[in-house]
């Protein structure tokens, strides 16, 4: 046995690279088992819609100032964070970025990718604060219970993405919507486990409280 072998630096706790080794009989054998009911804690992850509205749920910037989601041209600093160029021709993207420190998001063509992927990026802001975090009814868990729900939900959604996946290769007609919305609950699950497990970044108010030399 290699050290390489089956490993993949991106895999999420989720499970998910096992489940692409699954068939779509296999994946949905699991989905109507029992006990994959039994293990699920919940499908109700709140009211909000995540592909509605996302930069209401923009977390500060940790210099302390209100980000801003853009759709424009992104700047050289937002284009050096993507793995790949994007797809579409005329250059505008939706990134997030802060008007106070020039901070930037990675950019992308769908506006609430660009919000998770700020929200992952600064979610020591948020440290702890389960309630900043508008999905999976998380206020008032604690801690490992919040861990354990989001792991759940997480696993679930990685099943159902797999499944809608193999069934549009297949030829079904699987909205390209309720695909996007797994993406987005996937995307805030980890935006929930990084505040959970994420250490309290410096206040800013405290570093600028500091008494001033004259
Ligand atoms: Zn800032």
Redesign the pocket.
Known sequence: MTNTQGRNPRRHDSGAVRIESLTLLEIESILSSDAHYAATQTRNYGERDPLHDPADCLFR?????T?VLNYAAPPPNALRLLSRPLSRGDGNAFYVG??????VGQPSLRDWRAVIDWNYLTASVQAGSLGAVPYFNLAGLTAQQAKDRLNSIKYDLSLRRAQAKMRREQGDDVGGRFLARIDAYLGWANVAIRVLTTSPSPAPDLVHARPQVA
């Open positions: 910037c940790p210099c302390g100032n980000p802060c008007p106070a420190c020039g901070k």
